[in-house]
């Protein structure tokens, strides 16, 4: 059973359609326990950095969340739930995340014809191999939505870059650990064939 992690940020419906569409089975909760005891954990993501890791931890699920990474479970992070894995973020101040992949989230700085937020499709390269990729065509496009970025420490992380104004991480991969900044469930056929790849995971 896959846990869709409901801490009140984000397109929970959605993301749970989406793998209902792909034939896996995936149930919404805000409840730990059922968190602890999922196969899969999906952290989805909408908003501020600031009041989502708040959420989190209001809600119980920080320790949930880490406990599934320690025992590598598959874990994919969705949009704002990229974000949150990482040390620290910049949206509005300074917070920490959850500190599981290490590295920083900052604001797009781009020259005045660049729109912010990034908004729309855009292609993605993989820069590993994942079994996230299976039958998805390197320089396929994927739908996004975001101010921010994640900028990981360690390079060996980026699982897909693309380029907005210059190149930035699109997705990342470590161990059974995976969250992309694009939104899968809004990327169309390529976004529902990732899902399923994670789905199948064993």
Not at 133 to 150: E, L, M, N, Q
């Amino acid at each position: 059973m896959i846990a869709i992690i409901d801490y009140g940020m984000g397109n929970l419906r959605s993301v749970q359609k989406a793998f209902e569409r792909v034939g896996a089975e995936a149930t919404v909760t805000g409840d730990p326990n059922v968190v602890a005891e999922a196969e899969k954990v999906v952290l989805p993501g909408v908003g501020a950095f600031r009041d989502a890791i708040a959420a989190l931890k209001d809600h119980g699920m920080v320790e949930p969340i880490r406990e599934s990474v320690a025992k590598e479970k598959p874990l994919l992070g969705v949009c704002l739930g990229l974000q949150l894995l990482f040390d620290r973020s910049y949206e509005y101040g300074e917070y920490e995340g959850l500190g599981l992949l290490p590295g920083e989230v900052r604001r797009f700085e781009l020259p005045h014809d660049y729109k912010v937020p990034h908004m729309g499709w855009n292609e993605g390269r993989f820069k590993q191999a994942s079994p996230l990729s299976a039958g998805i065509a390197d320089g396929s496009h994927y739908y996004f939505v975001h101010s921010y970025y994640a900028c990981p420490t360690d390079e060996s992380l980026t699982l897909i870059e693309s380029d907005y104004g210059g190149p930035f991480c699109a997705a990342v991969q470590r161990g059974r650990l995976f969250a992309t900044q694009f939104h899968p469930e809004k990327s169309q056929s390529v976004g529902l064939k990732l899902l399923e790849n994670f789905a199948k995971l064993t």
